[in-house]
């Protein structure tokens, strides 16, 4: 049967009225929460597996090594979900929880040091109430409900418990939109900044969505530097049943666990925005990482962008992620990385989004995409650009996101430009005729633009959407005038970067000259 329309917003409504009847911060509630929707997956997972596997033999005979064999994780007697719910009277319900993370953990090395033991934080009330709560889930549900309900909860804790824009949670149209154009059908997946690991599990329903099975077509690798947001990975990616290799608390500006020069098909990832202090001494030699050279301004986004590039696969790698948009227009030491991954070929599409589509971060973002296997296509000396700032949905005063056929959409004109199938499930039909009304790629002004590297050339090597694909007349009220005071404010801290950088030069070239 499917899931009840909106089962997913009553299960966090009740949710969240018992965390406002509780005295914990968000912090210490969503982890919790958020393991024991993993907790009743793992037990409704543990239940079927059970059935097929004992037929008509007697338990005794079947180990957990037969459960690992299916993918699915071993639920020791202890940490069943109809045990915990059914507690006596007077039971310390935190303990119980806490010994049944532990021994899952002790059957499943899958989840080994992810699952929580804090529960004892807990009223005893709310716990037999969350545990109520999550057993109203129907026991035969199709599809991937728990991941589903996962997710959901995931994305609503993240406005409350986020310090930074993309810390560990990137919004799932942001997601879908990076997963549909990438079109990741098949290999190695690698996000070195995967947060809750949303990249992998989007890619892996895409996958499902076009009738494959998504652990057997791609494996997952990733870096995660935060502890706690590893172990919301790890248990993200187990409640949709996806294995994958994800290193904790290292840092891939100076660490490389997953040796990944020319290593994966796919890269995807939401790095931190402009991060300044990175030890540039450390890493100003690692070549094969870093490409193209140091940037000698203090912002990190150059070390990512070649981060990406150099993991690909050199003859068919592909990646996509989110940047801040003055790293497109960057000038200095980053122009001229710029310039060098420009003339690579690599660079393939460029979409700039509309503000307010994260938490915390209300600046607008660009998507870049790039694909080492294009030098072999006739795409080679060209770059689409696409101009999305205009394509949202306003949630509410502060929020915004793409619907699903917006999400589409963009991808449809990538796949045009690829001169490949566009795809109709979210209804794109109608807004592909008026566009693209003979079924081929076109330039359409104020959307979207292919410019030949001359071209690109021309503009100072900007990889900025704007200044290819023109304008349209908007009128007067479509202009929002915080959204354009804060791209200002992002222009002039880049200025200020840039004219540091200009004074650390003549200062030493002044020094140079008096020591002559």
Same mark, same amino acid.
């Given at each position: 049967?499917?899931?009840?329309?909106?089962?997913?917003?009553?299960?966090?409504?009740?949710?969240?009225?018992l965390?406002?009847?509780?005295t914990?911060?968000?912090?210490?509630?969503?982890?919790?929460?958020?393991?024991? %929707?993993?907790?009743?997956?793992?037990?409704?997972?543990?239940?079927?597996?059970?059935?097929?596997?004992?037929?008509?033999?007697?338990?005794?005979?079947?180990?957990?090594e037969?459960?690992?064999?299916?993918?699915?994780?071993?639920?020791?007697?202890?940490?069943?979900?109809?045990?915990?719910?059914?507690?006596?009277?007077?039971?310390? %319900?935190?303990k119980?929880?806490?010994?049944?993370?532990?021994? %899952?953990?002790g059957?499943?090395?899958e989840v080994?040091?992810?699952?929580?033991?804090?529960?004892?934080?807990?009223?005893?009330?709310?716990?037999?109430?969350?545990?109520?709560?999550?057993?109203?889930?129907?026991?035969?549900?199709?599809?991937?409900?728990?991941?589903?309900?996962?997710?959901?909860?995931?994305?609503?804790?993240?406005?409350?418990?986020?310090?930074?824009?993309?810390?560990? #949670?990137?919004?799932?149209?942001?997601?879908?939109?990076?997963?549909?154009?990438?079109?990741?059908?098949?290999?190695?997946?690698?996000?070195?900044? &995967?947060?809750?690991?949303?990249?992998?599990?989007?890619?892996?329903?895409?996958?499902?969505?076009?009738?494959?099975?998504?652990?057997d077509?791609?494996?997952?690798?990733?870096?995660?530097?935060?502890?706690?947001?590893?172990?919301?990975?790890?248990?993200?990616l187990?409640?949709?049943?996806?294995?994958?290799?994800?290193?904790?608390?290292?840092?891939?500006?100076?660490?490389?666990?997953?040796?990944?020069?020319?290593?994966?098909?796919?890269?995807?990832?939401?790095? @931190?925005?402009?991060?300044?202090?990175?030890?540039?001494?450390?890493?100003?030699?690692?070549?094969?990482?870093?490409?193209?050279?140091? @940037?000698?301004?203090?912002?990190?986004? #150059?070390?990512?962008?070649?981060?990406?590039?150099?993991?690909?696969?050199?003859?068919?790698? *592909?990646?996509?992620f $989110?940047?801040?948009?003055?790293?497109?227009?960057a000038?200095?030491?980053?122009?001229?990385? *710029?310039?060098?991954?420009?003339?690579?070929?690599?660079?393939?599409?460029?979409?700039?989004?509309?503000?307010?589509?994260?938490y915390?971060?209300?600046?607008?973002?660009?998507?870049? =995409?790039?694909?080492?296997?294009?030098?072999?296509?006739?795409?080679?000396?060209?770059?689409l650009?696409?101009?999305?700032?205009? *394509? =949202?949905?306003?949630?509410?005063?502060a929020?915004?996101?793409?619907?699903?056929?917006?999400?589409?959409?963009?991808?449809?004109?990538? *796949?045009?430009?690829?001169?490949?199938?566009?795809?109709?499930?979210?209804?794109t039909?109608?807004?592909?005729?008026?566009?693209?009304?003979?079924g081929?790629?076109?330039?359409?002004?104020?959307? &979207?633009?292919?410019?030949?590297?001359?071209? %690109?050339?021309?503009?100072?090597?900007?990889?900025?959407?704007?200044?290819? $694909?023109?304008?349209?007349?908007?009128?007067?009220?479509?202009?929002?005038?915080?959204?354009?005071?804060?791209?200002?404010?992002?222009?002039?801290?880049?200025?200020?970067?840039e004219?540091?950088?200009?004074?650390?030069?003549?200062?030493?070239?002044?020094?140079?000259?008096?020591?002559?």
């Amino acid at each position: 049967m499917p899931l009840p329309p909106d089962f997913e917003k009553r299960l966090w409504t009740a949710a969240d009225q018992l965390w406002t009847n509780s005295t914990l911060k968000p912090s210490q509630y969503s982890t919790p929460v958020l393991a024991l %929707i993993f907790l009743k997956y793992a037990d409704h997972r543990f239940t079927e597996a059970e059935k097929e596997l004992t037929g008509g033999r007697r338990r005794g005979t079947v180990g957990k090594e037969d459960y690992h064999a299916l993918g699915v994780l071993y639920v020791p007697e202890q940490a069943r979900f109809s045990r915990l719910l059914n507690l006596p009277e007077g039971a310390d %319900i935190g303990k119980e929880l806490n010994n049944a993370m532990k021994a %899952i953990e002790g059957d499943n090395d899958e989840v080994k040091g992810v699952l929580p033991r804090t529960y004892g934080s807990f009223e005893t009330e709310t716990l037999k109430e969350l545990l109520k709560l999550f057993n109203t889930v129907p026991g035969d549900v199709e599809g991937d409900v728990f991941g589903r309900i996962y997710e959901y909860f995931l994305g609503n804790f993240a406005p409350r418990t986020l310090e930074k824009g993309g810390e560990f #949670y990137t919004p799932y149209s942001v997601v879908r939109l990076i997963v549909e154009i990438l079109e990741p059908y098949h290999g190695t997946i690698y996000d070195p900044a &995967c947060g809750s690991g949303g990249m992998f599990v989007q890619s892996a329903n895409f996958i499902a969505e076009h009738q494959k099975t998504p652990t057997d077509e791609i494996s997952i690798y990733g870096v995660e530097k935060i502890a706690e947001t590893y172990k919301l990975a790890k248990m993200n990616l187990a409640v949709h049943g996806l294995a994958s290799d994800i290193k904790s608390q290292l840092n891939s500006y100076y660490d490389d666990p997953h040796d990944s020069v020319g290593k994966f098909d796919f890269v995807m990832a939401n790095p @931190p925005f402009n991060q300044n202090a990175v030890d540039r001494g450390r890493i100003k030699d690692d070549t094969k990482r870093y490409p193209f050279g140091m @940037p000698t301004t203090d912002n990190a986004n #150059y070390l990512w962008i070649q981060l990406f590039y150099s993991s690909l696969k050199r003859d068919k790698g *592909r990646a996509g992620f $989110v940047m801040a948009n003055s790293a497109a227009d960057a000038r200095g030491t980053e122009l001229e990385i *710029r310039k060098k991954l420009i003339e690579s070929g690599a660079v393939d599409v460029i979409v700039s989004l509309t503000s307010n589509l994260f938490y915390t971060v209300t600046l607008p973002v660009t998507l870049w =995409f790039l694909d080492r296997g294009k030098a072999k296509t006739e795409r080679k000396d060209k770059v689409l650009f696409i101009d999305a700032r205009h *394509r =949202f949905r306003q949630v509410d005063r502060a929020h915004r996101e793409m619907t699903a056929e917006q999400v589409e959409f963009l991808a449809n004109i990538v *796949r045009l430009y690829r001169d490949t199938e566009p795809e109709g499930a979210h209804g794109t039909a109608k807004l592909m005729k008026e566009h693209f009304p003979k079924g081929k790629y076109v330039d359409v002004l104020g959307l &979207c633009k292919v410019a030949t590297r001359k071209e %690109i050339e021309g503009q100072g090597f900007s990889l900025n959407p704007g200044r290819y $694909v023109g304008a349209v007349e908007r009128a007067d009220d479509d202009f929002d005038f915080k959204e354009k005071f804060e791209e200002l404010n992002e222009q002039l801290e880049v200025l200020n970067a840039e004219a540091r950088e200009l004074e650390t030069r003549i200062a030493a070239g002044v020094a140079t000259i008096l020591e002559a």
